[in-house]
Structure formats: C-alpha cells, structure tokens
C-alpha cells in the first residue's frame, strides 16, 4: 500500500534529499530529524492498516531500523 502525505515545496524536497545524503554518510542527527519528520505519519499509516497499536509501533521501529541500517545505499 502506498501512502501519500501530500505535495512537497521543492525546497523542502531539496532539504531532505540533503538529509538523506547525510544519512547515508552515516549523520545521526540527520536521521533524527527524518525520524522526527515521519514518525507521525508512519505510525498513523501503520496504525491505520493494523488497527493494533503495538504492531504499529513496531513497524515504525522496523522502517527507522532498517533505514539506518542500509544507509550506505541511500542514493
């Protein structure tokens, strides 16, 4: 299932690509500001799709484990 959070201003796209690139170099801080950013939005989709709070709040886990994982193939 995709989930849209609407348009982004190309300035806002610009700044998080620049995040993303700082993640994949390894920025903590980077990473929290995307966590911050989508924790929300990814919980109230998971939430949304499970109906189950606790499995809601592991898929978040798992999404932010796996991005800070795989961070050195982010484009």
Known sequence: MFVFFGPMPAEDLSYEKLLF?????????????IFERYKRPFYAAA???????????????DVFVQLWQYRGSLP
């Open 47 to 61: 939430l949304k799709m499970t109906r189950s709070v606790a499995e809601a709040e592991e898929i978040v886990q």
């Open 21 to 33: 690139s700082r993640i994949a170099g390894g920025d903590e801080r980077a990473f929290r500001e």
